[in-house]
């Protein structure tokens, strides 16, 4: 078969480009800690406020024992709950969103936070805030009539800031805990 050379010239040329820009998506994922949109962790969507994760109570910033931060967040026309949400800056947290009602999605500019929310299903995705400051979380998917206004904010301060906050607020916590006691054993 007779290809003409230039032609050919413009067939390497095109999968040539392909591979430059497969191979830049690829190292930016490595690099940048880009996720798949889901982890494939189903959940019903009917039941998230009666599910033991996602109940109105676990919602929001939790810290474990061992010091990991995970968010959890549900997504519901027209907003992500709870609205606010306060983070601390430079530090590894993992988000976990769940849809109530029908498909959205959730962007954060400037960050690596972009991904599908999709009813039945826990997305799951790992960021990071290098700097301080105000975060919108943006609703990228559409979701009816309310979708341009659906957005919550979260707002990432110093580190050391964040943690004397919560110290501060546990310590709150246990002598309101202490002083039930106390007044129970009266
Ligand atoms: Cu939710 Cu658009």
Not at 172 to 181: D, P, V
């Amino acid at each position: 078969m007779h290809i003409d050379p230039l032609e050919k010239k413009w067939v390497l040329i095109s999968l040539g480009m392909s591979a430059l820009f497969v191979s830049i998506i690829m190292i930016d994922a490595l690099f940048h800690s880009v996720n798949a949109p889901s982890n494939v962790e189903t959940i019903d969507s009917r039941k998230i406020h009666l599910s033991k994760e996602f109940a109105e109570d676990n919602l929001g910033v939790q810290v474990a024992d061992n010091g990991d931060i995970t968010v959890r967040m549900v997504a519901g026309r027209y907003a992500f709950f709870p609205k606010k949400i306060i983070l601390p800056a430079e530090t590894k947290i993992t988000f976990r969103w769940v849809s109530m009602d029908v498909l959205h999605g959730v962007h954060m500019p400037m960050t690596n936070m972009s991904t599908m929310i999709v009813p039945g299903y826990v997305a799951q995705v790992e960021s990071s805030f290098p700097r301080p400051g105000e975060y919108p979380m943006l609703c990228n998917e559409y979701c009816g009539l309310g979708h341009d206004h659906m957005w919550s904010k979260a707002f990432v301060i110093d580190k050391e800031e964040w943690e004397a906050k919560r110290a501060k607020e546990s310590a709150a916590l246990n002598t309101t805990a202490i002083a039930k006691e106390e007044s129970n054993n009266e």
